[in-house]
């Protein structure tokens, strides 16, 4: 195959040129024009950009595509669309573009990987040099091939991973030849513990996963987090970086650990008062609910007030619960996960690809645990416990959370929906809004 060269500054200009241009303004070389009679054809912005931009064709080979400045470089093509959050405030920006889905990297070869080292491995190859260029995938709900015509361009960029991610990439992709070298040295058929690969390192992949599942041959991919992460930064999001270096969850969860010890049986009041938090109290004289994360981030060495600002905590997908339990151990409330998008739940034909698959699937979550001396306690008075750092196992997903979203996607599916005044429990009589409205929820109901 012959080798496509340029230098960085004609390929700039190459690529400046296709920025706020819609793909199918691009497509010189009729790639849409498969996708007449097949609506379902994969990849095709990567061919639109492949063929009528760089000027090579679509390829499945282990190497980088082109080479920039004597640079072998990776070019991925990247949908982007507006975070669901944006979306219901009704107001959105560049910096509230995250990322479609994961980013496909390179084949996991059993035969291949037990024989490389990271340094000269497929996977590094790939991912050591990078041309990112960004389509807006203009829809919540999946589209037919031929309407990715209309998706813009939005912007490009040469991306190169620090030397702190650079050993976390390294840190993953040797679990992932550990699990293999394993399952070849204590199986007579390895084949037989490889569908086990995602499931068994989830937990402990900071940056990475692999997809799908054996029997069919699995990939690297980079979190959909991660590559959340490096799209808002483009867009000029900032992200904290903490003073500590982090390369694995090894590493947080040392951390956790020499926290837990040192802070175990500190009230919120006193964890407040030994970092200098300045709170704004609330009504009732307590502190406000996410104070619990600006204390984490303190712990950590940080100075935000959210986990989502860190880069680290932001790259590796991972999300903070507050859990509050009585002295005898017994839960407080539950635990709020995330919001239904219910177009996409009727949309979604294929659980694998859902909301509820990916949000279970991708997260990583980090518990911080307290303990409340009294039923009417204040929030500053709960005591520290200590930490849960939590990921969800396959059969977790396939048995309670896809019958979760079977479910809720009847219920919605058959309008089940049902709108009821909220009562006060004492007098049984409707609650009033500080506007004069009635105080409703919605609830579903099976018939």
């Known amino acids: 195959m012959k080798e496509v060269t340029y230098t960085k500054k004609a390929l700039e200009k190459r690529l400046d040129s296709i920025v706020s241009e819609t793909l199918g303004d691009i497509d010189v070389n009729g790639a849409f024009r498969k996708t007449i009679n097949n609506p379902k054809v994969t990849g095709i912005a990567g061919d639109v950009i492949e063929k009528s931009v760089l000027g090579y064709d679509s390829n499945s080979i282990q190497e980088p595509d082109i080479i920039v400045d004597n640079k072998r470089t990776e070019v991925k093509t990247t949908g982007i669309r507006y975070s669901t959050s944006s979306l219901k405030k009704g107001k959105q920006s560049n910096k509230d573009f995250e990322a479609k889905e994961p980013m496909s990297i390179t084949a996991v070869s059993p035969d291949k990987i037990v024989n490389e080292s990271f340094e000269n491995s497929n996977f590094w190859h790939k991912l050591n040099y990078l041309l990112l260029v960004f389509y807006h995938y203009d829809s919540q709900s999946p589209v037919k091939s031929w309407e990715y015509k209309d998706f813009v361009v939005k912007g490009y960029e040469f991306h190169e991973f620090s030397d702190t991610e650079k050993q976390a990439l390294k840190n993953d992709w040797e679990k992932v030849k550990n699990f293999i070298l394993d399952a070849q ?263």
Not at 306 to 331: E, Y
């Open 185 to 447: 040295k204590s199986y007579m058929d390895p084949t037989e513990r490889y569908p086990f690969l995602g499931a068994e390192l989830r937990k402990n992949l900071l940056f990475i996963d692999t997809a799908p599942k054996w029997p069919h041959n699995p990939r690297f991919r980079l979190k959909r987090s991660t590559v959340t992460a490096i799209v808002q930064q483009y867009f000029g999001k900032k992200f904290e970086e903490l003073p500590a270096e982090y390369d694995s969850f090894h590493d947080i969860d040392e951390k956790l650990h020499e926290i837990s010890d040192k802070f175990k049986g500190k009230t919120v009041r006193e964890l407040i008062s030994y970092y200098g938090i300045k709170i704004q109290k609330n009504k009732d004289g307590d502190a406000p609910k996410n104070v619990s994360e600006q204390i984490m981030v303190r712990m950590f060495g940080g100075t935000s007030k959210k986990l989502s600002q860190i880069n680290l905590f932001k790259k590796a997908g991972i999300t903070l619960k507050t859990l509050t339990q009585t002295r005898q151990g017994k839960r407080t409330e539950d635990t709020k996960l995330f919001p239904i998008d219910f177009e996409r739940l009727v949309s979604d034909a294929d659980f694998e690809f859902s909301e509820f698959s990916e949000f279970f699937s991708e997260k990583q979550f980090i518990f911080i645990v307290f303990e409340e001396p009294s039923g009417d306690a204040k929030l500053l008075d709960n005591k520290f416990v200590g930490f849960k750092r939590l990921s969800f196992g396959d059969d977790f997903i396939q048995d309670q959370v896809k019958y979760a979203w079977m479910n809720t996607k009847k219920l919605v599916e058959q309008d089940l929906l049902v709108e009821k005044q909220v009562l006060n429990q004492k007098t049984k009589k409707p609650i009033t809004n500080k506007n004069g409205t009635i105080r409703n929820h919605v609830k579903f109901f099976e018939k």
